[in-house]
């Protein structure tokens, strides 16, 4: 009996393709409808693999490259809101599915692998630069910094202009970095009243000077809409939990809330002021924050009213969409605790008036 033959290297790979393949499916060319590339994605073991072809009267290889998952979350932050190497490969087949995936030559006359994905309404392309190694561009020019340092304090005068122009790449790419992780923190909010990075930027910022901590994510406790109005539905979700960010959108428009960094807790007597020198209330719309006047006075407790901030700046009942005894007015704003800079109407719009509700939102904020 002859021995088995031992496998070649290259029946392997073939094996490991057949057993593993992915997705293969072409992208034609946009100048050239006879012309197209053919994408192969194949995991061998916890490693991506990305094939490109081309196709004008007969296929060529032109790009084979492998990807890890720690790879791939240095291309593009966008990749860091997963946890895997499969979720990641699951967002890319949908993607070709949908038709969200394209081909082109960049100026160094490579190719992009281009993923068109949308974040919180925001139309993003993320590029694979196939033929290029190093994808950590700021550790580049951070070493390209250190370097300039060291080497070329006798040429200080002639490297300024390089050095300065250096330094301002840098500043932009950690700007972006930056609104990166506050376009992700937005999108896992998950929030229908909170609208762009500018208004989360205020709030946080606000929060993390109230707190002299650093504010790391929003986790939400409560969404109307989706939980169902009502006590008994807010207070098993957001009650005797401390450090609550309150949104509120009223059905005329108007979009506010408040932070406290106590609990509200459940009442069943007369209402119940509580202190903190924390909190604040704020206008998504005008893009303001407003301190606190009267700090014995921030929070109100109530049998029947979900969430107060001082005496009558923000009421919301517990039944905020059909308002009390039924009459759909579920909220009440005025102008009792904070300074509104002057400001004629209260946070709603109109002061010291039952107004209607349309969304009201809790999360919990969780800092570093």
């Not at 070709?96 to 281009?114: M, Y």
């Not at 930056?178 to 208004?199: A, P, Q």
């Not at 006590?231 to 005797?240: D, G, L, P, S």
């Not at 303001?288 to 919301?316: C, H």
Request: aromatic share 12%.
């Amino acid at each position: 009996m002859e021995p088995p033959q031992a496998i070649t290297k290259y029946e392997k790979e073939e094996n490991d393709k057949k057993n593993s393949k992915i997705s293969c499916f072409k992208i034609f060319d946009q100048e050239s409808k006879e012309k197209y590339y053919l994408i192969e994605l194949w995991k061998k073991e916890e490693i991506l693999v990305i094939v490109l072809k081309n196709y004008v009267s007969s296929i060529h290889l032109i790009y084979e490259g492998e990807f890890s998952f720690l790879n791939i979350i240095k291309i593009n932050k966008y990749f860091r809101m997963y946890e895997t190497l499969d979720e990641i490969i699951q967002n890319i087949i949908e993607l070709q599915n949908k038709g969200l995936i394209s081909i082109s030559k960049n100026l160094n006359d490579n190719f992009d692998f281009i993923l068109n994905v949308e974040l919180n309404k925001e139309k993003i392309q993320i590029k694979f630069e196939l033929l290029f190694k190093e994808n950590n561009l700021l550790s580049q020019l951070s070493n390209l910094l250190n370097l300039t340092e060291k080497k070329c304090k006798d040429y200080e005068k002639e490297n300024k202009e390089l050095k300065e122009t250096l330094l301002e790449l840098k500043l932009k790419l950690e700007k972006n970095e930056s609104e990166f992780y506050l376009l992700k923190t937005l999108h896992k909010m998950n929030s229908s009243i909170i609208f762009d990075i500018d208004e989360l930027i205020i709030v946080k910022n606000q929060i993390e000077n109230n707190m002299n901590q650093k504010v790391n994510y929003f986790k939400q406790l409560y969404k109307g809409t989706r939980d169902g109005e009502g006590m008994n539905n807010i207070k098993t979700r957001a009650f005797n939990i401390n450090n609550i960010l309150l949104l509120v959108r009223s059905k005329s428009g108007f979009r506010f809330g408040g932070f406290t960094s106590i609990c509200f807790e459940e009442i069943s007597g007369n209402d119940i002021y509580k202190s903190d020198d924390k909190s604040f209330v704020f206008s998504l719309d005008r893009k303001e924050t407003y301190p606190i006047i009267k700090k014995e006075q921030a929070m109100r407790l109530s049998k029947d009213r979900a969430f107060m901030f001082g005496p009558n700046d923000i009421w919301v009942y517990g039944n905020f969409l059909s308002g009390k005894n039924g009459n759909k007015l579920g909220g009440y704003t005025g102008q009792g605790t904070y300074d509104y800079k002057g400001l004629n109407a209260a946070l709603s719009g109109i002061n010291q008036q039952y107004f209607e509700l349309q969304e009201v939102e809790a999360y919990q904020v969780i800092y570093l």
